[in-house]
């Protein structure tokens, strides 16, 4: 079975850059705010604008032992998309 890493390795490996979400686990978002407003659609980088990467060591940071996140794909310029 695929983890997130996986999914975000192929995304890198196309020139994709991608960056961490938070993720709705037993139907909460798993940010701090219980009352969160947009659960499991928002960032959990800080300027996740210029912050996105299509790089593995950052995607490894991101993902690789952290199935507690959804990715998003940096979409516009950078990614061609």
Known sequence: MKTTFDYAKEYIDQGIYVF????????????TDSEC???GKHPKIGNWRNTASNKLEDI???F???EG???????GKKSNI
Do not use: F, R
């Open 20 to 31: 961490p979400l938070y993720k709705v686990i037993g139907g909460k978002c798993n940010c």
């Open 37 to 39: 407003k947009h659960p």
């Open 60 to 62: 490894e940071i991101w």
């Open 64 to 66: 690789k032992n952290n």
């Open 69 to 75: 996140s959804n990715i998003a794909i940096l979409t």
